[in-house]
């Protein structure tokens, strides 16, 4: 698989509940992180999502907001990981973090270089990488 998204997430659905609209789809990634991702009722029947399927999770690295300090009880979005800076890269306006969390997996967050400098990002500072269900992309290889 290649696309543009920054963090892919290659697993499988563990747990689907169906509703009207939107289902809300559970993938637990091969690294064992579990990401919580809610798309439309027709776009999970149509890939066929159930308990078992092999299936990946994509996540705009600019759809990831970094949080120093916080619990993930204290935000309402449901993919909240807390870990450690791997390490920033500065460009001109925005900075590129790169978050490892358990298991290894790796998250990047683009924020503006204010953003970066007022949390003090740094390799080896601890940080949380958090997205709603609703930036996350599900796809399944056919």
């Known amino acids: ?26 993938l637990r990634a091969n690294d064992g992180l579990e990401i919580v991702a809610v ?18 999770a994509l996540v705009k690295a600019s759809s990831v907001i970094v949080m120093v300090d916080v619990a993930d009880s204290q935000v309402s979005a449901r993919n909240c990981f ?3 800076v791997l390490a920033v890269t500065t460009g001109a306006v925005n900075s590129e ?20 400098q ?5 390799s080896g500072k601890t940080a949380t990488a958090i997205f709603k269900a609703s930036s996350v992309i599900i796809g399944v290889d056919d």
């Open 1 to 26: 698989m290649r696309t543009s998204a920054r963090n892919q997430f290659v697993g499988e659905v563990v747990d689907v509940k169906h509703g009207a609209v939107n289902d809300e789809i559970l």
């Open 39 to 56: 798309i439309t009722h027709g776009s999970a029947a149509s890939l066929g999502l159930a308990a078992g399927k092999a299936a990946f």
């Open 82 to 84: 807390a870990g450690t």
């Open 97 to 116: 973090v790169i978050i490892t969390v358990a298991g290894g997996a790796q998250i990047a967050a683009i924020v503006t270089n204010e953003s970066a």
């Open 118 to 122: 007022r949390l003090v990002l740094a």
